[in-house]
């Protein structure tokens, strides 16, 4: 009897330990979560602050050079080809490349 009453304060001492370190783990993880959240918040602003960027300059740009962009970038295979955005100036942007 006394051999299970040790054990079961072992047991109890254990799970209080594990919901401790449980606790401490759930914290770190909605400090990460934060800290991602936030992060991502800023490079969805970057991106839009790009995107305007690149719309801006691909309004100017004649459809002939989209044209010769989209058949280099085809064969390149490292953006996506502009020919479907031609007529959209503010899809264009999209498939200009970061630089």
Same mark, same amino acid.
């Given at each position: 009897?006394? @051999?299970?009453?040790?054990?079961? $304060?072992?047991?109890?001492?254990?799970?209080?330990?594990?919901?401790?370190?449980?606790?401490?783990?759930? $914290?770190?993880?909605?400090?990460?979560?934060? *800290?991602?959240?936030?992060?991502?918040?800023?490079?969805? $602003?970057?991106?839009? *602050?790009?995107q305007a960027a690149r719309t801006a300059v691909a309004a100017d740009v004649p459809?002939?050079?989209?044209?010769?962009? @989209?058949?280099?970038?085809?064969?390149?295979?490292?953006?996506?080809?502009?020919?479907?955005?031609?007529?959209? *100036?503010?899809?264009i942007s999209r498939c200009i490349p970061w630089t």
């Open positions: 009897m006394l @051999d299970a009453m040790e054990r079961r $304060e072992a047991a109890e001492a254990r799970r209080s330990e594990l919901a401790t370190e449980q606790a401490s783990v759930a $914290e770190q993880a909605a400090g990460l979560t934060a *800290k991602r959240d936030a992060a991502l918040e800023e490079i969805g $602003e970057q991106e839009a *602050k790009a459809a002939d050079v989209l044209a010769l962009y @989209d058949g280099s970038a085809r064969s390149r295979g490292s953006a996506r080809p502009c020919s479907a955005a031609a007529g959209a *100036k503010a899809a």
